[in-house]
């Protein structure tokens, strides 16, 4: 069952790198091998500026994301019982589940009525974008590393604040290391889900940013270009070489820090 679930999952996208190199405009008839809509791809300036749109907003969202996430998980893990943490925690992690239209409509309606109260945004595009992105994000990035922080040895740090450490040379010196791999882990999760949204974006977004799903979308449903499977393929070979790599660092990342603890626990 699971043989067949991920052949499931993966063999169309093999057929969409394999149609990419169709010479036929007709994406499901097999004319002969070409490699002439890679070629037209990188001349359409449309899907390009779309591409350098979504890279610039999925790069700053998640970075931000990731800001807020973390601070978010550690309220929601190292702090005591306060009054209001409930509620905090449920608003938090709200985004997971709300529907990305009540969400994308919302949104729109704030911006909309901060622009007649105070001016601004004067108009919606890559600010109201980076802003909504980073709403939902935050949220994701917030489970994944509270999950870390729970697994976190405490004596780690209460051994370097007994050396004499203040807790900020603490948290960059001995936390922020440990719950590396749980913040990279959520960048690059909000990194997606920042470049693959179309539902909030189509609502928060104005006329002078357009983003890659919303050009895709808009295409497809006038007609399935093959243009669109070369750049299917290329954002597949792109997401599989950045998570072979992150995997990879991460990987190293933590059997260094295993090698590290043993030679402490043995010292």
Request: hydrophobic share 55%; net charge positive.
């Amino acid at each position: 069952m699971l043989i067949l679930g991920l052949l499931f999952l993966y063999l169309p996208m093999l057929v969409l790198v394999f149609y990419s190199f169709n010479s036929s405009r007709l994406v499901t008839v097999w004319a002969g091998f070409s490699g002439r809509w890679y070629i037209e791809l990188f001349r359409d300036q449309q899907i390009l500026n779309a591409v350098w749109t979504s890279l610039r907003i999925a790069f700053f969202s998640a970075s931000m994301a990731v800001c807020l996430g973390t601070l978010a998980a550690f309220v929601m893990v190292r702090f005591g019982r306060f009054r209001g943490k409930t509620a905090l925690s449920s608003m938090v992690t709200a985004p997971l589940v709300m529907p990305e239209v009540i969400t994308g409509l919302s949104l729109l309606l704030l911006f909309v009525h901060m622009a007649q109260l105070i001016g601004w945004p004067a108009d919606r595009g890559m600010a109201t974008i980076w802003i909504a992105h980073t709403t939902f994000c935050s949220a994701y990035v917030a489970v994944v590393v509270s999950s870390r922080l729970r697994e976190v040895d405490l004596s780690l740090e209460e051994a370097a604040m007994d050396l004499g450490a203040p807790p900020v040379k603490t948290f960059f010196q001995i936390t922020l290391p440990v719950i590396a791999p749980a913040l990279a882990a959520g960048w690059l999760l909000a990194f997606t889900l920042s470049l693959d949204d179309l539902v909030i974006a189509s609502f928060v977004s104005g006329p002078g940013a357009t983003t890659l799903p919303m050009v895709v979308f808009s295409s497809v449903r006038l007609g399935v270009s093959p243009k669109i499977n070369a750049l299917a393929t290329l954002i597949i070979l792109t997401v599989s070489l950045a998570t072979f790599l992150a995997w990879y660092f991460m990987r190293r990342s933590e059997a260094k820090r295993r090698i590290a603890m043993r030679m402490q626990q043995e010292g």
